[in-house]
């Protein structure tokens, strides 16, 4: 079984539309995450929710609109889509880790990667 | 957002050299991580250090956390063609959220 599983793994649609990037975990951990990969391999967070609860919103605009239904659950959606959206899109989940013990390892999923054209 | 320089940025190596990215703060980190991306792949959790000064060791990779933790390297023995990929830290902040450094592309040349 898939630990972090999205969906769809490619996406390519053209500029204005919206579209959606589903994400499940099965690991039972309660802090999920949205992570951006650039075409220069920087990794930006964008969303932390903790057990369906929005933690961390980074500077992105609000065209992007996680949702959590539960907490084994983080969806993507973007609507009005741009060309500079074309990345690839990270989804991870981790249990809480503290400055102290550590902890918390993020496990990735698979990542989708939306094309805008 | 909050991002951390890790130098070199590529770095090309004949196998079975030594290689070292390294991981630099301004701010004082509380742990940190480190991850590996293979070409297509996602990132993977290699190991995580918490205390000043520690070191520890994964077969061919070492990993040392600076005293004043703020620096962190990652050192690779003999390096091989599997070694090929992205290795990235990723600090703890005090909101205890990981923001990942810019990372280092290594290829090995066989």
């Known amino acids: 079984d898939t630990a972090v599983s999205q969906t769809p793994k490619y996406l390519v649609t053209q500029m204005g539309n919206d579209k959606s990037i589903k994400c499940e975990q099965n690991l039972g951990h309660d802090t999920m995450y949205w992570y951006k990969q650039d075409s220069k391999k920087f990794l930006k967070i964008m969303f932390s929710?903790?057990?369906?609860?929005?933690?961390i919103n980074e500077t992105v605009p609000n065209r992007f609109s996680p949702k959590s239904p539960d907490k084994a659950h983080l969806n993507l959606h973007i609507n009005s889509l741009e060309l500079g959206d074309s990345a690839v899109y990270f989804c991870?989940?981790?249990?809480?880790?503290?400055?102290?013990?550590?902890?918390?390892?993020?496990?990735f999923g698979e990542g989708s990667r939306l094309t805008v054209l | 957002g909050q991002q951390v320089m890790q130098i070199p940025q590529y770095q090309h190596v004949q196998e079975g050299e030594d290689f070292t990215t390294y991981c630099n703060s301004s701010t004082t980190l509380s742990n940190i991580q480190w991850y590996k991306q293979r070409p297509g792949g996602h990132p993977v959790f290699l190991i995580q250090l918490v205390k000043s000064g520690e070191v520890k060791k994964q077969k061919r990779l070492t990993f040392q956390f600076g005293e004043a933790k703020k620096n962190s390297s990652l050192h690779i023995t003999a390096t091989q063609t599997t070694d090929v990929g992205t290795y990235f830290c990723a600090p703890l902040t005090l909101a205890n959220q990981f923001y990942f450094g810019t990372g280092t592309s290594l290829t090995v040349i066989p």
């Open positions: 991870a989940s981790s249990l809480p880790g503290t400055s102290v013990v550590g902890g918390g390892e993020l496990f």
């Open positions: 929710y903790n057990n369906k609860e929005l933690i």
